[in-house]
């Protein structure tokens, strides 16, 4: 076999790099994927040892609203396991701070891109951007110092509660909803603008009539992205809500949020004991809303793309 | 041609990089195994000491190593139990704790810390019976002029449940019954700020947390203080236990015998706001029965 046939049968150094960049990103995506998978089964055996193991059953921990794990109730033998309150609680302060949020991210981003295009992205697109990476406990202290305290002076009582917890979690999600819209607004393409204003629109009549239009899926994933953040945020709702498992009545008295009860719980409960396992369900059912979220997502982006 | 040195380059200072992180990694992990270290988790109110008198020793143990890591009094009991640790920070007796098998574990007192009610300073009282105590924190009372304050709102703050803090409230001020459930906030001086500045508030804290801002109250007009806890007379108190898994080992053994030496225990101990184990007068069991030394 001469040279030039044996150069022609040989992996070539292109090839073999070619390959081992290939093995290099199969080996990132499998590690990633491992990791998942053991999230999800670890969470999952442990927070489903709580119907299986402690006997308990899934309607009075969903439906059930004392929620007091070491105590037994004497009449039906089993112990306090109602999570109704903190999933309310969860569910109501996500809610609200996406309701308070949503106005002021869509205002903002579109002053941002059609309204004042030099001064957005000089100016607000930074500050947006800062915000997003404020550490989340940053976010609670302001508000135990400024918010609890102020929310005690108007309404009474402690101060700590989803009032407040709102307010904190609409100041965290502001950014990250606003942030996703900007780029949602700006991905509209130019000629529909164009043709809005061509035959005689408005500013306001394209931005309200064309642009948000055409933006409505992308800025539906933007809520639901600010709503999980919110759903998962911990530490800042835990300092400001009050962290009492009780159903929520009105706003400013103490609630608590799953996460909350999480955090404050898992130290001081035994790995294995029931006390322990309830709160591996809390987490499973933390888990599967993120999945829920990320579901409607995608089911977004699916029904609303521009066509 | 630059483009592939600057890819040699690159490779070289990650390989390097790789290389020094693993030999610093196993230089560690030599020094752990050839000197002693005893690794003790849990109680976050014990966290303090152990760690303050952790350092002290290995100042004089050369060699040695104190690794002092919080988690709460469950993490400590449970890990301490599975043999996964050396020492497990308690706030309560290992039998008060469910899921845990105390048979298997050897416990060493080594301090004892004192809990006061706290009151906001407005709400005019500073003594309480454990009658009154039982009363307000189980709702039977929801207004301070109910039992002598000012007409205000009763707001009360709990630590959070399984907290040793809480558990020796609950067990010894309130005689065992359970406090309603209220808002809860996972640390001491986290309550006291907020006792401070809440109109109405009431909560409770070790000894070391009182200040200024708030009033300890007297409970059945016997003041919280270390001498009234070390005569028997104050009822609020628990051990701080540090538990091992079955005997201790020499080098733990020791550590546990400096930790309650007359050294640390009239120095560091008092001086962190507990009450020297040597000084108590009394001995309390696990089932609260309270004896004369």
């Known amino acids: 076999m001469d040279k030039i046939t044996q150069k022609l ?11 081992l960049g290939r093995a290099i990103s199969l080996a990132a995506l499998s590690l990633i994927v491992i990791v998942v998978i053991s999230i999800f089964t670890f969470v999952m055996s442990r927070g489903l040892s709580t119907f299986f193991h402690d006997g308990v059953h899934v309607k009075d921990f969903l439906l059930g609203s004392t929620w007091n794990p070491s105590v037994i109730n004497p009449q039906t033998k089993q112990p306090y396991i109602g999570a109704l309150p903190m999933i309310l609680g969860s569910f109501i302060v996500t809610f609200l701070a996406a309701i308070v949020a949503t106005p002021f991210a869509i205002g903002t981003s579109l002053f941002m891109t059609e309204i004042a295009q030099k001064r957005g992205a000089k100016i607000m697109q930074p500050i947006i951007e800062l915000l997003v990476g404020i550490p989340s406990v940053v976010y609670g202290v302001i508000g135990l110092t400024v918010i609890v305290p102020f929310i005690r002076q108007i309404f009474g009582g402690s101060g700590f509660g989803i009032l407040s917890g709102t307010i904190v979690l609409f100041v965290m999600i502001l950014p990250t909803i606003t942030s996703m819209t900007v780029d949602t607004l700006k991905s ?15 500013r306001w009549q ?32 835990q300092m400001v809500i009050g962290n009492a498992a009780l159903m929520p009545h009105d706003l400013t008295s103490p609630a608590s949020t799953l996460t909350s009860v999480l955090t404050m719980g898992i130290g001081n409960t035994v790995m294995g004991s029931l006390q322990n396992d309830v709160l591996w369900t809390l987490a499973m059912i933390l888990l599967l809303m993120s999945l829920v979220f990320n579901l409607v997502v995608r089911a977004i982006g699916r029904k609303g793309e521009l066509k | ?47 303090p000491f152990v760690e303050a008198a952790g350092e002290e020793y290995a100042k004089t143990n050369l060699g040695t190593f104190i690794n002092v890591q919080g988690g709460g009094t469950g993490t400590g009991l449970s890990q301490v139990s599975q043999g996964a640790v050396d020492l497990g920070n308690s706030d309560v007796f290992a039998e ?19 809990i006061a009610p706290l009151l906001n300073k407005n709400i005019g009282i500073t003594d309480l019976s454990i009658k009154q105590l039982q009363a307000v924190f189980t709702g039977k009372v ?28 609950e067990k010894f001020g309130l005689k065992g019954a359970q406090s309603i459930e209220a808002q809860e906030q996972d640390s001491s001086g986290m309550v ?52 091992t898994n079955g005997k201790p080992k020499p080098a733990v053994a020791k550590f546990l015998k ?17 009450i020297s184990i040597h000084d108590m007068r009394v001995i309390r069991q696990v089932d609260g029965e309270i004896t004369v030394k």
């Open chain 1, 188 to 202: 509209v393409p130019r000629h529909y603008r164009e043709s809005a204003l061509a035959i005689g629109a408005t």
């Open chain 2, 258 to 274: 400096y930790l309650t030496s007359e050294e640390i225990q009239s120095t560091l101990v008092p001086k962190l706001g507990y």
């Open chain 1, 9 to 19: 049968m040989q992996k070539s150094e292109s090839t073999k790099k070619d390959s």
């Open chain 2, 142 to 169: 929801t207004n301070w002029n109910q039992v002598g304050g000012k007409n205000q709102k009763i707001v009360i703050i709990n630590r959070a449940a399984g907290s040793g803090t809480r558990a020796t409230f």
């Open chain 2, 1 to 47: 041609m630059s483009k592939s040195h600057r890819g040699t380059i690159v490779t070289t200072v990650v390989a390097v990089a790789v290389v020094a992180a693993l030999g610093t990694a196993y230089a560690t992990r030599e020094k752990g195994s050839s000197g002693t270290s005893i690794t003790a988790v849990g109680s976050t109110a014990l966290q």
């Open chain 1, 206 to 237: 394209m931005i309200y009539k064309v642009v948000l239009r055409a933006a409505t899926p992308g800025i539906l994933t933007a809520i639901v992205f600010g709503m999980a953040r919110a759903f998962g945020e911990a530490l800042a709702v």
């Open chain 2, 96 to 114: 008060e704790k469910d899921g845990i098998d105390a048979k298997k574990l050897v416990d060493h007192q080594v301090a004892v810390v004192g």
């Open chain 2, 192 to 243: 006291r700020s907020i006792v401070a500045t809440t109109p109405g508030a009431i909560s409770y804290t070790a000894f070391g947390y009182i200040d200024k801002t708030v009033v300890a109250a007297s409970v059945d007009h016997i003041a919280p203080t270390n001498k009234n806890v070390a005569a028997g007379k104050y009822p609020i108190w628990s051990y701080e236990h540090i538990y």
